[in-house]
């Protein structure tokens, strides 16, 4: 693609907690932009407490996209993510609107923006078949370890309650002879579609970002939490959403087994350790422009070094 057909995009990664959310609506304020979500559970419905999906408040005005959009029982593919969020990048691109594609899905955001081909490699229903018998007997953690043994680094990503992601990437291995992350370096190496500046936050020291994170589950309980939860298992609650940190750990205390406060602290725990995982998956990309928040005296500073970077950058050369 030529350069000048290339389509803006500032991409704005990072763990839970960290801030994300608050930078990409400063940056669109400040560069007239639109933020596409990039997180793998803020997609469902009724579950906005614990998703942590922005409220109306928190948005000022500005529009956010593949929020609240399905019900937690539908099934979402990082495939059918990726053909949503393309469509709606040009779409805002074409309005004239800087696309600002923020959240902390790791596979989200790289599969956008290193312009991946999920049709290439279909998926074969014998096989898929087979590795779903083999999850239901030997569990997540099995077939994360067998993972592992071919593609350590995607796996360091992964949860093992994070199934359809485990599947698909033994699927791809035993289809191709590569391993996921090797198909998304190559990738990475093609042509993109995209103009890119690409953003990080995260912390120096990471007992402040954990104290966050504690701080943001306690916060969770206040706004609703468990109302929204015990909602959610009343309800039609499956698949891939019932898996989301938040709300797995409080089946326990809803069923009389466990008590709330070791539940909110397994929450707590869960959290902390994607946060770590996300970094694992985020430290590998070279392009990421890191901003280590607790280094600059206030949100302020933070905000300029982020603006900074982007005119730096050269692509908001290529707004309409």
Not at 110 to 117: E, F, G, R
Not at 150 to 155: I, M, S
Not at 208 to 237: C, H, P, T, W
Request: net charge negative.
């Amino acid at each position: 693609m030529d350069m000048q057909e290339k389509i803006p995009l500032l991409a704005i990664a990072g763990p839970t907690a960290s801030g994300k959310t608050k930078l990409a609506v400063e940056l669109a304020k400040a560069f007239d932009g639109e933020v596409i979500s990039a997180d793998s559970m803020q997609v469902y419905r009724g579950m906005a407490i614990g998703t942590a999906q922005p409220t109306l408040e928190e948005m000022e005005g500005i529009p956010h996209h593949l929020i609240g959009f399905l019900d937690p029982d539908e099934a979402f593919s990082v495939a059918q993510y990726v053909e949503l969020a393309r469509a709606k990048i040009r779409e805002v691109h074409n309005r004239g609107k800087l696309p600002i594609l923020a959240g902390g899905t790791g596979l989200y955001l790289s599969s956008v923006v290193d312009n991946i081909d999920f049709h290439e490699i279909k998926s074969d229903p014998d096989l898929r078949r087979e590795l779903e018998a083999r999850a239901r007997e030997e569990g997540g953690e099995a077939l994360l370890r067998e993972l592992a043994s071919f593609d350590p680094e995607l796996a360091a990503a992964l949860h093992p309650n994070n199934l359809g992601r485990i599947l698909r990437a033994i699927e791809v291995y035993r289809l191709t002879g590569k391993p996921m992350s090797l198909h998304q370096e190559e990738s990475r190496q093609k042509p993109g579609n995209y103009a890119l500046c690409y953003l990080g936050l995260c912390y120096d020291n990471r007992q402040k970002l954990y104290d966050r994170i504690n701080l943001r589950v306690d916060l969770m309980v206040e706004a609703g939490l468990l109302q929204e939860a015990e909602d959610l298992f009343r309800s039609r609650f499956a698949g891939t959403a019932r898996q989301a940190i938040g709300y797995k750990e409080l089946e326990g205390y809803f069923s009389g087994g466990t008590p709330l406060e070791d539940c909110l602290e397994a929450i707590k725990l869960g959290s902390r350790r994607y946060a770590k995982r996300q970094l694992t998956w985020f430290r590998r990309d070279g392009r990421i422009h890191w901003i280590a928040v607790d280094r600059f005296p206030s949100w302020r500073e933070v905000l300029e070094e982020a603006q900074n970077t982007l005119v730096k950058s050269g692509i908001l050369c290529y707004t309409k």
